[in-house]
């Protein structure tokens, strides 16, 4: 029987550009559309974008269990909030600027980026 994903295991997921940038995208437009009023979610695209991470995270050798593991540790959660709370900040998103976040929303959609394309 495999044993779960041990934290140190982890680096392997945090350090892999697709997935590492994928989760902080994700992050970024769930902000966005938790905090924006105009700006929506396009949950069937979100869905096939998680599904193509969980398939690049198998094919690095990690089973489905390990992988839930990870994205549902609570550390691993704060990491990834605090590298998309930067980003935001650093466009003048937060909950202090709380419009940033559609401007920042608009401005993601129009360039038809990642976090554009999880957002409508």
Known sequence: MAQPARADDWDV?????VLSEGL???AIARHIH??????????????????????RATDLGFTRSEIE???FN???Q???RAIADARLAERNA????????CTVGEEE????????RLLR
């Open 13 to 17: 997921l945090r350090n892999d550009p």
């Open 24 to 26: 902080v995208a994700f």
């Open 34 to 55: 938790n905090r924006c009023d105009s700006i929506s979610a396009r949950r069937l695209r979100a869905l096939g974008f998680i599904n193509s991470l969980v398939g």
């Open 69 to 71: 593991d990870f994205v």
């Open 74 to 76: 609570e550390d691993e």
């Open 78 to 80: 704060q990491r990834v």
């Open 94 to 101: 937060s909950p202090d600027q709380r419009e940033g976040y």
């Open 109 to 116: 959609i129009s360039a038809n980026s990642q976090i554009g």
